[in-house]
């Protein structure tokens, strides 16, 4: 660690926590301000959620619908809470990218040369991409409402956006993380696609995994993807809930306890 970090570093811990909480919600409305003058920032959160709703429902819903016994209408209830899971997961891979782009055009070293808490700049970055994702679930359960979506347990739907969102700012940390210590956005964006990629279609997300290879099928049981998924399904359609919830929920601590101490660390130390 160089000089300057430990004096940042050392700085940051005298800071109270009232403080770290204004900090926090200063730099909350600094990004909010920021969208608003740049809602092309916004497109991914209005686009994903449309496009991939639709694609699913009318390219795959005939083929996977009979599978569940009940056609496109049957499949419209099997992936719209499926693809709640996939909010937290690209949007996590956005800021992870947005996060290392503020690194190379120096707006975090402009961060850090404020008399401010560290900690309170990737807290702020969290609580603006949560309103997001909630933004981005919203207008899919819009969309899925018109393609057919049948809400019949609205505090199920209420608790598993929740869940979502909890699941959600765990995986944020991840990225955090990635977006210090990569060097580009770009690579940023390509270490997402590799990690997730296999965690999204190796999952219950789009398809029962019943008919997977028995590999794969292993693989699926232990996804965290796939626990989120199919407690969103049991608490908005009906259906198993607990061991999904709790793995779901052991999940999020685990990669929160685990990431947010060394995301905050490198934030702090990075030269």
């Not at 991939?52 to 083929?63: A, D, E, N």
């Not at 008919?211 to 009906?238: C, E, H, I, K």
């Amino acid at each position: 660690m160089s000089a300057v970090s430990a004096v940042t570093a050392a700085a940051d811990t005298r800071i109270p926590l009232r403080a770290h909480l204004r900090h926090t919600g200063a730099l909350v409305r600094r990004n909010l301000l920021w969208i608003r003058q740049d809602p092309e920032s916004t497109f991914d959160a209005v686009l994903f959620p449309v496009i991939f709703t639709l694609l699913f429902v009318y390219v795959f819903g005939g083929s996977i619908g009979q599978s569940l016994g009940g056609g496109q209408q049957a499949y419209v209830q099997y992936v719209v809470p499926g693809l709640m899971a996939m909010m937290g997961m690209n949007i996590a891979q956005g800021v992870g990218t947005g996060f290392n782009q503020d690194f190379n055009t120096g707006v975090m070293d402009r961060f850090r040369s404020l008399p401010i808490g560290r900690g309170s700049v990737l807290f702020a970055k969290i609580a603006v991409e949560l309103l997001r994702m909630l933004f981005a679930t919203t207008v899919l359960l819009i969309v899925g409402v018109l393609v057919g979506f049948d809400i019949t347990n609205w505090p199920g739907l209420f608790a598993s956006v929740g869940l979502s969102m909890v699941f959600g700012s765990a995986l944020m940390w991840v990225f955090l993380l990635l977006g210090v210590i990569m060097k580009s956005a770009q690579s940023v964006q390509a270490m997402g696609f590799l990690v997730l990629m296999p965690l999204q279609f190796g999952s219950s997300i789009f398809a029962p995994t019943q008919s997977m290879p028995g590999w794969l099928q292993n693989f699926t049981d232990y996804n965290p993807l796939s626990a989120l998924a199919d407690s969103a399904r049991g608490l908005m359609v009906g259906g198993p809930v607990a061991h999904d919830l709790w793995v779901t929920l052991a999940w999020s601590v685990l990669l929160t306890v685990t990431m947010a101490p060394v995301a905050v660390h490198k934030f702090r130390t990075k030269k």
